[in-house]
Every structure is written in C-alpha cells, then in structure tokens.
C-alpha cells in the first residue's frame, strides 16, 4: 500500500481529533430537520411556546413603576406654565411705495480690511476666483468691496456676511447682513446690525417724508391757482408711480382695438372706410333721393 493511500485513509480521523468537541447542551438546543418542518406546517407547534419562569414580587414592582413614570412626567408638563421665548424684534409695518424697488441680491462672505476712515461704509476683502482663457484653468482673485454699515458696527478684522443690491452711493451698492465672526470688541459691546425689514422700513419712512416735504413746497408755490393744484394732487405720495414703458403698456390693455390677422385686416379696413363716406355725405342730397321714391 502505497504512502498517499495510508495518509488518505487516516485523514478523517485526523480531521476528527483536531476538530473541537462541542457540548451536548447544543445540540439539545438545535431543532432537527423534522422539528424544523413541524414548525413551517403545523399550527399546534406554532402555538406552543416556552412557559417563562415566574418574576419575582420585586421585579414587577420596578415594572410598574416605570409604566406610571411617563404618565406623571405628561402631567407635570401638563400643570407647568409655558415658556415665554422670546420672539425676534420686528420692525413697524409701514407702507411701502411702489417706487422703491425690490433689487435681487446675493449674498457674500469676506474680511474687514479698513473700517472707521468713511462714514457708515467699510472695505472688504472678498475671495473671488479667476479664467484664464489662455491656460484654461481657474485661479484665485481678491476683489476689495465698498460695504455700507448703517450703524458702524464693524470693525477691522470681522468676518462678515454682505448682500448684493442695495444702491447707496455711486460706488457702494452692498450692505451689511450679518457678523460670522468678530474681531478684538465683542459683539455685545457694539451696535446691533440691521435687518432687511428694519432697512426696508426706514426708506420707505424716508421716502414718504422726502414726498410729504415735496407736497408742501408744491401747495405753497400753487397759492390760490387751481391748475397748479391739480398737479400737486396728480404728484401726491398716495398715486402710484408708473413709469414711461409701463404707462404705455397700460395704455395699450386699456384701448379695446382687436387683434386681426392679416387675412382678416383687409376686409375690416374696407368695411370702415364705406362706413366713413356713408357718413361724410350730406343730408341735402339724400332728401331729393328720398322724395323721389315716394313719388
């Protein structure tokens, strides 16, 4: 017999020695094929299951306990007053005139460079990025911004959060919205910055005082001329403005003229031109026309 047939007979013994004996309990546990078919089949086997050991008195108490918890945690909440929070501070209500206009913007992060050299404004450093069309690749750019800071609450260092569109000057058409991060003064030592509605609120009160201001010169210029009092009711604060382009839109819904198609545009302009020479002829020459006729 040759060697490779010896070490092949005594391989599963071998297999079976260095294997780990695993306890009796285990197997116990296991459920056979046919306990397994039982299971998938038969109802009774679903219905029977192990009987749980009694609990003891002190394991239902803490069991009890904790069921009634919740209830009285929801009743404690219950009696408790609300919380006031308080609410953000909203700025009054004022009626906007429809000459201010609504400008889109965008907002932008950047650094405080100068601060204190102009009034109400500041100098931003903003990252920006670059083409260039020759290497075709983007590269970094820093843009110096113009910022308004209506209440001179920045200071050189902050990081800032601003917006686009809010013409204030010539050359400062950004505004300050928030402080992402301050710099040597706390924020609590400054001046709060302003909202969007407290800004919108105080134009449109500027605004509605620029025209009441306007109003009264004109009242007093007018005198007792009731022509130059028109134009003063015509130009009050209370009449919408409406601009050149969109007067003549208007202008044009208001006027009932049909919209015909060349097809139908040349018997309509006939049609209106017999009508016009059957109105331009004179009564006296369809009288003789008329008595004949009874004649």
Not at 62 to 83: A, G
Not at 160 to 182: D, L, T, Y
Request: aromatic share 4%.
């Amino acid at each position: 017999m040759s060697f490779s047939n010896l070490v092949r007979a005594f391989q599963p013994l071998r297999l079976s020695v260095l294997r780990t004996s695993a306890p009796a309990s285990q197997y116990l546990s296991r459920p056979t094929i046919f306990q397994r078919s039982i299971a998938s089949t038969s109802p009774k086997f679903l219905e029977q299951q192990p009987e749980q050991p009694p609990q003891p008195p002190q394991q239902e108490q803490q069991e009890q306990q904790s069921e009634h918890q919740p209830e009285q945690e929801q009743k404690e909440q219950q009696e408790q007053p609300p919380i006031r929070t308080r609410k953000a501070s909203k700025s009054v209500k004022t009626k906007v005139p429809p000459s201010l206009r609504q400008y889109p913007y965008k907002l932008k992060k950047g650094t405080v460079v100068s601060a204190g050299r102009m009034e109400r404004t500041v100098r931003v450093e903003h990252l920006n990025i670059e083409w260039d069309a020759h290497l075709r690749k983007y590269y970094p750019k820093k843009v110096y911004i113009k910022v308004s800071d209506p209440r001179e609450s920045l200071r050189e260092g902050d990081v800032i959060e601003f917006s686009s569109g809010a013409p204030k000057g010539r050359r400062v058409n950004h505004v300050v919205e928030r402080i992402i991060a301050p710099f040597g003064q706390p924020l609590e030592d400054r001046p709060a910055v302003m909202t969007r509605e407290e800004r919108d609120a105080e134009r449109a009160t500027k605004r509605q005082a620029k025209w009441q201001r306007r109003e009264t010169k004109r009242r007093e210029a007018a005198g007792g001329d009731k022509k130059l009092q028109k134009q003063t009711q015509k130009h009050s604060p209370s009449r919408e403005h409406i601009g050149r382009i969109q007067k003549l839109i208007h202008q044009r819904r208001k006027s009932k003229v049909p919209a015909l198609t060349p097809k139908k545009a040349a018997p309509a302009a006939e049609a209106a031109e017999a009508a016009q020479d059957a109105k331009d002829v004179p009564a006296a020459k369809t009288a003789p026309a008329a008595k004949a006729n009874l004649n």
